[in-house]
């Protein structure tokens, strides 16, 4: 079994020191691990009962009927950014100021307990839950769900990571099974996991609907025990998605304990019947009691203080200013001809499209938010603008009902009578959700007619995107000089965009997923869809910006990528090898020699605080601001094992940092890259191993604007495996101790070597250089040629005398 990757943290440990004492009766235990109904436990044996509740950007805590669905009401509440949008902000502590806002009004409402946040990797653009998903970067993704998990258990409530795992589609959701090769499965889909349950730890981890390699998420014992409890040393409890058990019995068996919600009592019966029958161990039941008791006594224990429950309260208004500063900064600037942005305040301006009125702002489903106020960009425009002429008009509905040849016309009007137009443009609801896939990834056709009449008329047309998937752009970009992609902004998009419009903020933000210039050149294109309940995942190891480097292909905009109201250059990349301890300094630390008022951040957190040293290299680079605005600027690393023994991408994302910079300033940034990160699975050993060899580090401003480059020699490991019949004559021959043993029996030199006879072994009379073909062959193999005069009891005992001498 491979090693543990993490130590509990000492908060952790003391949790388990203190365990709450459990019911005498195994009827009361086997309650414990059910719902009491939809969004609370049951409380037995003097263990409260907790509330949980939807939410990974804003609380979902409903009043009346109760569904995952987001059909009914809920209470009013902050609707923060998306993580669609947050992931653009690339800004851990951004990400974690979120989650604290989010922990304090989970307090004010009695919730125990937040489900978020999403970090499952955007396999397809199609995936209609991308919008709840950080990014196609396992990294990124794991970096700002780390930062989340930490804000919001700062507050004494606890987080619920998910959804556990590979839960990329919703097609079939709830029974697809997802087949995924062990590399892709370790260094991709569960490396974002392992690094939040390691340094984050999570109170609770949800585990998904669908099944993974042919067993459900529900009932895995790999991924809930071997994974989560004794390779990363996590004690948390395993909550079902709601509905997601199909055999409680086997889930138990497999390491879940909370089944959500109610079943009336059904799988509590089956677990007390299975144990009393023998086929169930009772330590299973008690280990899960165990778990929801801690879980229920630390969530209780960590709210207590108020005078009753409820009794807290959160500034609403602060909590506005913070949603409003995660929407700025989450936008991206995609395109800028002419520095036609930021715009003058005054002059005549003409907003078009339905979604400046009616904003898109969240998704659709279980994470839907009802917010405390909602902004809209037209009102915003306007009172950031007081002086200029703005007029309106819709363009287009949003209802599905096509192209209003009455609505383009007014739009045409509008926008040729304006100095400038700016035109909003989108997905409405009913178009991306939970619960169902895209199709495709076009705009609506009635939009992008309503852009091409509005821009044969107005040069000076700006777009704003507002959606939770990922969009072909070429129409888009062809015909508006400027772009600005909001994705989703929350209830404060309409101030931000506002203040990113007029140059009041400095676009910062950066796509966390690659825009491609069609659907068919997309990774899982040929194999999204589901077929008898399974999915292959055939793109492997590629995916996301992965796949498009490893094929060449163009993108629209790459991973990475937005543009700033000013420039930024970088030169003087430095590279060197460290131990976390030897920085002197935490995972949050960014620029050295910094100026006044610049400040850089490295967002690569590393292990948890009592993992073992290990090395890591660390780039720093000078990045100057050679603009006329003040900026901030990510500074991304990307890392290449050029000469590696097995496939890997051309480059990946191995850390970031940020840094903001006044006109004419620079700063020393350094990023700090993992050796988890640069490390590969290995099937030989089922373990992660760091390669010996030259790493190539490239930084810069995306995964495709890359100003230095630097190599580093980093020692690694060298797997040595026991060498056998199956091995070749190249395996062989690369290792001394064993060539010395072996070659006199094998007859010839190493590969590219002549015959001492002159040329016997060469094969230049065929034409071909013998040593080179009988590498690949099999040592076993070498009796049939030798013609009987190798045996493979001799091959056998030279083996084993050159493994004991190795």
């Known amino acids: 079994m491979p090693r543990a990757e993490n130590r509990p943290h000492a908060e952790s ?6 365990r709450p004492q459990l019911p005498d009766s195994l009827e009361d235990r086997a309650a414990l691990g059910s719902g009491e109904n939809f969004w609370h436990t049951r409380a037995r044996g003097g263990i409260p009962s907790i509330t949980l509740s939807d939410g990974p950007h804003g609380l979902r805590k409903q009043t009346g009927s109760a569904d995952h669905l987001g059909l009914s009401g809920s209470v009013p509440a902050t609707c923060f950014p998306p993580a669609v949008g947050l992931g653009q902000s690339w800004d851990p502590a951004l990400a974690e100021r979120v989650g604290r806002a989010l922990g304090r009004e989970a307090r004010a409402a009695d919730v125990q307990v937040l489900l978020g946040p999403g970090i499952n990797l955007k396999r397809s653009p199609l995936g209609g839950r991308n919008f709840e998903y950080f990014s196609e970067d396992p990294l990124h993704s794991g970096v700002l769900g780390a930062a989340w998990v930490r804000g919001v258990q700062a507050q004494g409530v606890g987080a619920s990571l998910k959804h556990f795992a590979l839960n990329n589609q919703e097609d079939d959701r709830m ?3 997802a087949d995924v090769d062990p590399r892709p499965l370790r260094e991709l889909y569960l490396r974002a996991f392992r690094r939040v349950v390691t340094q984050a730890r999570p109170w609770t981890v949800m585990c998904a609907y669908n099944a993974v390699n042919g067993v459900a998420a529900s009932e895995n014992r790999f991924l809930l025990t071997q994974l989560l409890r004794e390779e990363w040393g996590w004690d948390g409890a395993v909550v079902s998605d709601w509905g997601a058990i199909r055999n409680r019995v086997a889930a138990v068996a497999a390491g879940l304990d909370l089944a959500m919600p109610s079943d009336g009592g059904a799988g509590d019966a089956q677990v007390v019947s299975a144990v009393r029958a023998g086929e169930l161990d009772p330590a299973a039941v ?3 009691a165990r778990n929801v008791a801690v879980l ?39 395109q800028n001809d002419d520095a036609l942005l930021p715009l003058g305040t005054g002059g005549s301006l003409a907003v078009i499209g339905e979604f400046a009125r009616t904003p898109r702002y969240q998704g659709g489903g279980s994470s839907h938010v009802n917010p405390t106020r909602l902004e809209k960009p037209l009102e915003e425009i306007r009172a950031a603008a007081p002086q200029a002429e703005v007029s309106f008009a819709p363009g287009f509905t949003v209802d599905g009902s096509g192209a209003d040849p009455a609505l383009v016309a007014e739009a045409v009007a509008a926008a040729r009578a304006a100095d400038t137009a700016v035109v909003f443009l989108g997905l409405a609801d009913a178009q991306e959700s939970e619960g169902f896939d895209r199709t495709d990834i076009e705009l609506p ?11 044969r008329v107005q040069p000076r047309s700006v777009v704003v995107l507002s959606h939770g998937g990922a969009l072909r752009l070429a129409p888009v970009v062809a015909q508006a000089p400027a772009v600005l992609d909001g994705a989703l902004l929350g209830q404060a998009g309409g101030s931000a965009l506002a203040a990113v419009l007029f140059g009041e903020e400095n676009p910062s933000g950066r796509l966390a997923e690659t825009l491609p210039v ?13 077929e008898h309940r399974h999915v292959r995942y055939g793109e492997g190891l590629f995916v996301g910006y992965r796949w498009y480097d490893a094929r060449l292909l163009p993108v629209e905009f790459p991973f990475g990528h937005g543009l ?20 002197g300094q935490g995972p949050g630390a960014g620029t050295e020699g910094a100026g006044p008022g610049a400040h850089g951040r490295a967002a690569e957190a590393g292990a948890g605080e009592d993992a073992p040293a290990a090395e890591e290299i660390v780039a720093e680079v000078t990045v100057t601001n050679i603009g006329d605005r003040a900026g901030r600027e990510v500074v991304q690393a990307y890392v290449s094992v050029p000469d590696s023994s097995v496939a890997r991408a051309p480059r990946s994302l191995g850390g970031f940092a940020d840094v903001e910079l006044e006109p004419g300033e620079s700063a020393r940034v350094e990023v700090r890259i993992q050796r988890t990160e640069l490390e590969y699975w290995d099937t030989r050993v089922d373990r992660f191993v760091l390669e010996p060899g030259r790493y190539e580090v490239a930084v810069g401003a995306s995964s495709r ?9 980093l020692e690694g490991e060298s797997v040595r495996l026991p060498l056998t019949l199956e091995s070749t004559v190249a395996e062989v021959l690369a290792d001394p101790v064993a060539a010395a043993v072996l070659q006199p029996v094998m007859g010839f030199g190493t590969p590219g070597e002549e015959a001492e006879d002159g040329g016997g072994t060469s094969g230049e009379g065929l034409g071909v250089d013998m040593a080179r073909m009988m590498a690949d062959i099999p040592l076993a193999a070498l009796t049939g040629f030798s013609g009987g005069a190798v045996t493979r009891e001799q091959l056998a005992e030279l083996l084993e005398t050159a493994n004991a001498q190795r």
């Open 296 to 334: 229920a006594t630390r969530g209780r224990a960590g709210q207590a203080g108020r005078e009753q429950p409820g009794g807290e309260t959160f500034d609403a208004e602060a909590h506005h200013s913070l949603a409003r500063e995660a929407a700025a900064r989450s936008i991206v600037l995609l």
């Open 13 to 18: 440990e003391s949790h388990a020191e203190n």
């Open 705 to 713: 604007d890359l100003r230095c480059t630097g190599e580093i020699e």
């Open 175 to 177: 029974r697809v099974s």
């Open 286 to 288: 008690d280990r899960a």
């Open 445 to 455: 056709a009635e939009q992008l007619e309503v852009l091409a009449a509005v821009a």
């Open 518 to 530: 069609r659907l068919e050149d997309t990774p899982a294109f040929l194999g999204f869809r589901s």
């Open 564 to 583: 700033s109201y000013t420039r930024f250059a970088y030169e003087g990349l430095s590279l060197r090898t460290q131990t976390p301890t030897e920085a």
